[in-house]
Every structure is written in structure tokens, then in C-alpha cells.
């Protein structure tokens, strides 16, 4: 991750009564075994808390993935850890090899850690 990027979080004015955002964005990454680049789609859905995730931040934040290579199980753990928000489902979408791949974690605990599907789409 590129030095000075965090996820960034704005108060939010108004009610305190959760409200659920989803957050739809194009990505792309190097594929860690063929020197190709994957263009997919990420999908952040989180409920906030008087506070809400900057957009800025995380544009950029997604911009750093571009020219690193990365499976797409470990780009959904990755974005999701550095939101760092108890709440909050990470998604990708991706075209490889000629199948739709579609990786998601989840905010269920297994042994303290996150679970993550990964499985090709019919």
C-alpha cells in the first residue's frame, strides 16, 4: 500500500440511526500468475455509525492496486482490512480465463478470523 493512504472516515450529520451504504467502484490488478491485467468490480456494503467511509480516500486507495500483482481472494481480505470496519462486506466481480469470478467476505467470524467465498460464476 502507497505511504499516507488510510481509510478515512467523516462524521456524518443528522439522525445516528444506521443507514446501510453501498459503495459500487471499477478496479483493476495484475494477475499473480500470467502478466495480464484483471479488470473487475468492487462492491463495500457497511452500515454507518454517525460516521461514513471519504470517497476520496478510497478512490485512491483503490488506485494503488493497479500495477500490483494480487488473487483476487487476497484483494477483497485486503480492502476489507484496511477499512477496518466491524461491519462492513467486501465484494469483487472479475473476467479471468474466460469465467466470471466473484470473491466476497464476510463480516461472520470463523476463530477470530474473516471468512472469504471464492467461486466461479455458472
Same mark, same amino acid.
Given at each position: ?39 473487475? =468490480? @468492487?462492491?463495500?456494503?457497511?452500515? &454507518?455509525?454517525?460516521?461514513?467511509? $471519504? ?7 483503490? *488506485? ?24 462492513? =462486506? @467486501?465484494?469483487?466481480?472479475?473476467? &479471468?480465463?474466460?469465467?466470471?469470478? $466473484? ?7 470463523? *476463530? ?11
Amino acid at each position: 500500500m502507497k505511504e499516507g493512504l488510510r481509510s478515512t472516515v467523516a462524521a456524518v450529520s443528522g439522525p445516528i440511526e444506521p443507514v446501510r451504504v453501498e459503495i459500487v467502484a471499477p478496479v483493476r490488478k495484475r494477475c499473480p500468475f500470467r502478466d495480464e491485467i484483471d479488470w473487475g =468490480e @468492487v462492491t463495500i456494503t457497511y452500515e &454507518t455509525n454517525a460516521t461514513a467511509i $471519504e470517497l476520496h480516500s478510497l478512490a485512491a486507495y483503490l *488506485a494503488t492496486f493497479t500495477d500490483r500483482p494480487m488473487s483476487h481472494e487476497d484483494f477483497v481480505v485486503e480492502v476489507r482490512l484496511w477499512l477496518d470496519r466491524p461491519s462492513v =462486506e @467486501v465484494s469483487s466481480r472479475w473476467t &479471468t480465463a474466460g469465467m466470471e469470478v $466473484e470473491c466476497s467476505t464476510s463480516p461472520t467470524r470463523r *476463530a477470530g478470523k474473516s471468512v472469504t467465498r471464492c467461486s466461479p460464476e455458472s
